[in-house]
């Protein structure tokens, strides 16, 4: 299996612009989480889903993001509008067992000037 | 919620030498895991302790926890240049993880 995988792996925008990250989790896991790490504030869980359906968003900051999970294969996070402030790396993971043992893909770079 | 929290921040070794990083919670526990992050990659499980485990080992990694104390330890024997990497400890008490800040460790050659 190719691992999790993430699309784009670095994203420069402009403040105000709509941002899409994209997430292909490891076939088979029910499991798929986002996290933003930034050095002030570290790894934060965003939001997670188990078999496509958002179990805890409670970690999302504020209504400008969302996520979906359209199918088993693929979830998107949307930051809309985008402003500096968000720049950060965001991961998504996937996991067979629920909050054990998560595979990482290698992250999104988003600079938002 | 709980957060791990890792102490020492930073520790530099000479190859071949142990390194021992701690991690401490505040509130009950399913279980706790450890992850390696290298710079620029994402984060690679390491091992899983379950609360009703003391110690577990997997290869040069053993790790300890100690429930009374809300602790636990990580300890990377006959370290290599390849174990250069920062080192999260992550707590699992309601079905999400809360991670600590990570540990840098470098490991001189």
């Known amino acids: 299996d190719a691992g999790v995988i993430q699309s784009p792996r670095h994203e420069v925008t402009e403040m105000g612009q709509e941002v899409t990250l994209r997430c292909k989790p490891i076939s088979g896991h029910d499991y798929l989480f986002w996290y933003r790490q930034t050095m002030m504030r570290g790894l934060e869980l965003l939001i997670y889903f188990n078999n496509n359906v958002p179990i805890d968003d409670s970690g999302m900051p504020e209504d400008r993001f969302s996520a979906k999970m359209p199918n088993a294969s693929f979830s998107t996070l949307k930051i809309q509008p985008s402003e500096p402030r968000d720049s950060a790396v965001y991961f998504c993971?996937?996991?067979?067992?629920?909050?054990?043992?998560?595979?990482f893909g290698p992250g999104t770079r988003l600079t938002v000037t | 919620s709980q957060q791990g929290e890792e102490d020492p921040q930073a520790l530099s070794i000479q190859e071949g030498e142990n390194a021992t990083m701690n991690c401490s919670y505040k509130?009950?526990?399913?279980?706790l895991q450890w992850y390696r992050q290298n710079s620029g990659r994402g984060l690679v499980h390491l091992i899983l302790i379950r609360s009703n485990e003391r110690e577990k080992h997997s290869g040069r990694l053993r790790v300890t926890l100690d429930t009374s104390k809300k602790s636990s330890s990580l300890l990377i024997t006959a370290s290599r240049a390849a174990d250069t990497a920062s080192y999260f400890c992550a707590t699992d008490g309601s079905g999400r993880l809360a991670f600590g800040k990570g540990n840098q460790v470098v490991v001189i050659p």
């Open positions: 509130t009950s526990i399913n279980n």
């Open positions: 993971a996937s996991s067979l067992q629920g909050a054990n043992e998560q595979y």
